[in-house]
């Protein structure tokens, strides 16, 4: 297309933001004959705004949310559409109906770790607000100044996180802030920004963000003011290489740098965690290793019906060979299940033993006391079985198994990302996550049976010699 000025007629078609939402998803939809009748309704001045009509063309976590708030947090993953986002917003407050018309927000802080990456990606960027701007209401870059200048006087300064005190003076009824939880000056810089907005009756920033487990994104993502949407590169695969997309996945799929990058979630460690997901991403093993026993561990749910807790059912291979504190572990399989019935978990059990060729079936039975191995004989009851009961609370139990793996005696195969979680969500104080860690209590029974209690045994005849 090119590039000259929207005719007045075109003006009208600015003000149907909230009507217009989500509608190049419904017309990608309609037949070609539908298409074409939309596309044959427009005016030519229609025509010529529809490519710069965000709302129209926009994925949903591109939209900022209903209701009054203000700071919105767009959570992404590489490439998801987080920029464009951004720049959107701010041409949405910016911009009246007219080119020389004032829109909500009259002076904007955009804020990116350093100068060059305000300039290279908010501002020139290919999806920056240069980029973004329909031809008539493009602003300009006064580079001595580090600002933007829109047709209708509206201007928009570029900051550094890297010299916070430079906010410490300007104020501002608007601000974009860009991969805040990569910045090193990130708490000082956000505090400055926070003094300097506020113009206007409802100053609002937008944040938009790889996530990070950084202590200024999280306290702000609990904050009552803040709204949040998010995204994993995987929803704007439209617009990105297909090889890209197939290399990074093949590469980093069920990492935690995936997670993060990828997914776009925010992986937090608690305080006083027996495990954390950097810990764990050290550990991942990428073939399986040597084992010479196998047990699968299972934690039965108090009842069994629809509502119950998950059953925790694990799969733990080890190798057994020299000096039980040479014996290595790698936690193979997660198949734990939400069953509607006894039956159904001890199935899932029996089957992961079958497909692992595993030695042994390790269940607690604190709950259900001989009614587990009763259910376990009625399909097979010839399967080698092992009853444990607990004695002491979660994370007295779990302890001793975090030091395998500060030690790096454990291993995790990739896939197991909902139980890495429940690890990291296991506390010296105890669980802190919802619910109860079943799949934590199952891996803890097969590392007890594997190596801790090995050890015991090795370590008692040596401890009566001396």
């Given amino acids: 297309m090119q590039d000259r000025a929207m005719p007045p007629e075109a003006a009208p078609l600015t003000s149907m933001r909230h009507e217009l939402r989500s509608g190049a998803a419904w017309i990608a939809s309609e037949p070609a004959e539908v298409q074409a009748a939309f596309l044959d309704s427009l005016s030519e001045g229609e025509l010529l705004a529809l490519p710069f009509l965000f709302d129209f063309w926009a994925l949903p976590h591109q939209l900022p949310p209903d209701g009054d708030w203000k700071t919105w947090v767009i959570l992404g993953g590489r490439g998801a559409g987080k920029t464009r986002a951004g720049a959107e917003w701010v041409r949405s407050m910016v911009e009246g109906a007219q080119p020389h018309d004032l829109g909500q927000a009259r002076r904007v802080a955009l804020v990116g770790e350093t100068i060059d990456q305000v300039r290279e990606v908010m501002i020139f960027g290919e999806s920056g607000l240069i980029a973004c701007a329909p031809p008539d209401r493009r602003p300009v870059w006064e580079a001595a100044r580090r600002r933007l200048v829109w047709p209708n006087g509206a201007i928009a300064q570029a900051f550094s996180a890297h010299d916070p005190e430079s906010l410490r003076g300007p104020q501002f009824d608007a601000a974009w802030v860009d991969e805040l939880a990569k910045w090193r000056n990130a708490q000082a810089t ?13 100053p609002q920033q937008v944040v938009s963000t790889t996530p990070r487990n950084v202590a200024v994104l999280k ?19 439209a617009y990105l290489a297909e090889s890209f997309l197939r290399e990074v996945e093949a590469r980093y799929a069920g990492t935690r740098l995936g997670r993060q990058e990828l ?12 495990w954390t997901h950097s810990q764990l991403e050290g550990l991942r093993c990428e073939a399986l290793p040597e084992m010479d026993r196998i047990v699968v561990a299972v934690d039965p749910p108090v009842s069994g019906h629809a509502g119950s807790d998950e059953c925790g059912i694990i799969v733990v291979g080890a190798c057994t060979k020299g000096a039980v504190q040479e014996w290595r572990a790698c936690v193979v399989d997660d198949v734990s299940v939400r069953a509607a019935s006894p039956d159904t978990w001890a199935r899932v059990a029996l089957t992961a033993m079958e497909s692992w060729g595993a030695d042994r079936l390790v269940a607690e039975v604190n709950q259900g006391g001989d009614l587990v191995q009763a259910v376990i004989n009625q399909i097979d009851p010839l399967v080698p079985y092992k009853a444990v009961r607990a004695s002491r609370r979660k994370a007295a139990r779990a302890e001793p198994v975090a030091a395998l793996y500060e030690q790096a005696r454990v291993t995790h195969m990739a896939g197991l990302e909902t139980l890495e979680d429940q690890m990291c969500e296991m506390t010296t104080q105890g669980f802190a996550g919802q619910g109860s860690p079943d799949r934590v209590d199952a891996l803890v029974w097969a590392l007890h049976e594997l190596i801790i209690a090995p050890s015991a045994h090795w370590r008692r005849p040596r401890l009566r010699e001396l």
């Fill in 263 to 274: 997914a776009g979630e925010l992986l937090e460690d608690m305080d006083g965690a027996l």
């Fill in 219 to 237: 306290k702000l993502l609990k904050a009552d003011s803040t709204v949040q949407t998010s995204a994993p590169t995987e929803a704007n695969r």
């Fill in 190 to 202: 956000w505090d400055m920004l926070q003094f300097a907005l506020r113009l206007g009756e409802n």
